[in-house]
T-cell receptor, first 116, second 117 residues
Framework: AQKITQTQPGMFVQEKEAVTLDCTYD???????LFWYKQPSSGEMIFLIY??????QNATEGRYSLNFQKARKSANLVISASQLGDSAMYFC?????????????FGTGTQLKVEL | ETGVTQSPTHLIKTRGQQVTLRCSSQ?????VSWYQQALGQGPQFIFQ???????GRGNFPPRFSGLQFPNYSSELNVNALELDDSALYLC????????????????FGPGTRLLVL
C-alpha cells in the first residue's frame, strides 16, 4: 500500500517570500503520479501541480514548482512570491492503481499561513 | 472553477437515516471518484465509477453505495447513518482513457458537508 507523509502540520511565511512544503512517499510501483492540492477554508480541493514518476524535469505551474527527488522519494512543493490568498491547507497525494481505475492517497496536510 | 458541482452543500441527518449526495462531472469527463474527509484529516477514497461501473473501492462498508448515470453524473448513497459518517464528502471528476491510465488528473467539486446527529 502506498503512503504519503507530510511532517509539517503548520507553516508560516511572510508575503512575497518563498516557502517549501515537504512531502515524502512510499511505494513499490514503478509508475506513479504525485499531486499537490490546495484546500481553502471553503473546502474545495484545488489542483495545483502534477509530477509523473518518469518525468525527468521538475513540474512547474506559475508560482508553483515541484521539487521531485525520486531516489529520496520526496516531492516537495515550492511556492514562490507568497500571497495572502495562498493561506490554506495543502495536501500531497499519490495516484494508485486499483486494478482498472485510480485512487488518490492523501497525506495529512500542511496548514500554510501567509503573513504581512 | 472546475465545472464539477455537488449538491446539497450542507446536510443534517440523524443516526440510522439514509442520505443521497449528487455530483455532476466536468464536461468531457467520464469518471467520478468519491472521497470522505473527516475533520482535520486528508480525504479517504470511497470508490470510483467509470462508464457507469464501479471501478475500484476503498475500505468502506457496503452501506456506502453509488451510481453513475449515462451523462456521467453520479450519486453517493449512505444507508444506516452513523455519527462517524459526519464529514465533508468530495466528488472528483476525471477523464480515464482506459484501464490503468497513468496520466489521469482528478478535479474536485466544492463538497457536501454532512452532519449526523
Amino acid at each position: 500500500a502506498q503512503k504519503i507523509t507530510q511532517t509539517q502540520p503548520g507553516m508560516f511565511v511572510q508575503e512575497k517570500e518563498a516557502v517549501t512544503l515537504d512531502c515524502t512517499y512510499d511505494t513499490s510501483d514503478q509508475s506513479y503520479g504525485l499531486f499537490w492540492y490546495k484546500q481553502p477554508s471553503s473546502g474545495e480541493m484545488i489542483f495545483l501541480i502534477y509530477q509523473g514518476s518518469y518525468d525527468e524535469q521538475n513540474a512547474t505551474e506559475g508560482r508553483y514548482s515541484l521539487n521531485f527527488q525520486k531516489a529520496r522519494k520526496s516531492a516537495n512543493l515550492v511556492i514562490s512570491a507568497s500571497q495572502l490568498g495562498d493561506s490554506a491547507m495543502y495536501f500531497c497525494a499519490m495516484r494508485e492503481s486499483t486494478g482498472g481505475g485510480n485512487k488518490l492517497t492523501f497525506g495529512t496536510g500542511t496548514q500554510l499561513k501567509v503573513e504581512l | 472553477e472546475t465545472g464539477v458541482t455537488q449538491s446539497p452543500t450542507h446536510l443534517i441527518k440523524t443516526r440510522g437515516q439514509q442520505v443521497t449526495l449528487r455530483c455532476s462531472s466536468q464536461s468531457g469527463h467520464n469518471t467520478v471518484s468519491w472521497y470522505q474527509q473527516a475533520l482535520g484529516q486528508g480525504p479517504q477514497f470511497i470508490f470510483q465509477y467509470y462508464r457507469e461501473e464501479e471501478n475500484g473501492r476503498g475500505n468502506f462498508p457496503p452501506r456506502f453505495s453509488g451510481l453513475q448515470f449515462p451523462n456521467y453524473s453520479s450519486e453517493l448513497n449512505v444507508n444506516a447513518l452513523e455519527l462517524d459518517d459526519s464529514a465533508l464528502y468530495l466528488c472528483a471528476s476525471s477523464m480515464l482513457r482506459g484501464s490503468g491510465d497513468s496520466a489521469e488528473t482528478q478535479y474536485f467539486g466544492p463538497g457536501t458537508r454532512l452532519l449526523v446527529l
